[in-house]
């Protein structure tokens, strides 16, 4: 018989859950470091191996290294970080950190001995509560003074925030902004009239003209999906 191997380390409650939790501190740490106006910025490598100095709570939370059961803690940051920054582009890292409170509470109430779903319940009426007094608090922006102050504290550059108070009176609140990274010594804004796409046909049977393989159709219908198209029998009732 060869050498036993030595037994893999096996958690039992409540261990995984400290551990989780000790994640979740650990990205709320360096997350507390880079919020608000006087914020540092975070060393983080990037994707491509780049290291760069961000203040953006889902690319710190990307570039934090944990282990086994700490990392899932780390995973759920990264997961919430996403969330916000895909449907707002900010708040990120104040949604950590109130994640992070709020793990802090849950875990202790479930030491207490209090039962899980009424510790979800409770979460939630807390959420709603906050929500409306947020919403009693909260105020219009109604001018370009107004939404000069929230891009001054949002891009933490004057230049930056004009720039922006500029687009968003150009497309109105309900228009889309996109900032994009640029080798250019100055930020600039580029205006967009109606609808491109940043890629052509995939198939060259699209094409109505040749021999220039145009797409030219006018007063067409367009259909727009949620999700990839592999198969016509997708788009059958």
Do not use: W
């Amino acid at each position: 018989l060869g050498p036993v191997a030595a037994p893999a380390a096996v958690l039992t409650p409540p261990e995984p859950l400290e551990a989780v939790l000790a994640g979740i501190r650990l990205g709320a740490e360096y997350i507390a470091k880079a919020i608000g106006p006087q914020g540092l910025g975070m060393a983080v490598i990037a994707a491509d191996s780049r290291q760069i100095v961000t203040k953006s709570g889902s690319m710190i939370a990307r570039g934090i290294q944990a282990e086994a059961f700490e990392a899932r803690g780390v995973q759920e940051l990264r997961d919430l970080a996403k969330e916000l920054d895909d449907a707002m582009g900010d708040g990120d890292k104040l949604a950590i950190l109130l994640f992070a409170a709020m793990a802090e509470r849950g875990v202790a109430a479930l030491k207490a001995g209090h039962l899980p779903r009424d510790v979800t319940e409770g979460m939630r009426q807390a959420v709603e509560a906050a929500k409306s007094a947020l919403i009693a608090l909260s105020s219009p922006m109604n001018n370009k003074n107004d939404l000069s102050h929230v891009g001054v504290t949002a891009a933490q550059s004057e230049e930056v925030a004009a720039l922006i108070v500029d687009a968003m009176e150009y497309v109105g609140k309900d228009g889309i902004i996109t900032v994009q990274e640029a080798n250019v010594e100055h930020p600039r804004l580029e205006r967009i009239e109606g609808f491109q796409l940043d890629r052509g046909y995939i198939s060259p049977y699209f094409a109505s003209k040749s021999p220039d393989d145009k797409v030219d159709f006018d007063d067409c219908y367009v259909f727009i999906a949620t999700e990839p198209v592999r198969s016509n029998y997708q788009l059958l009732p």
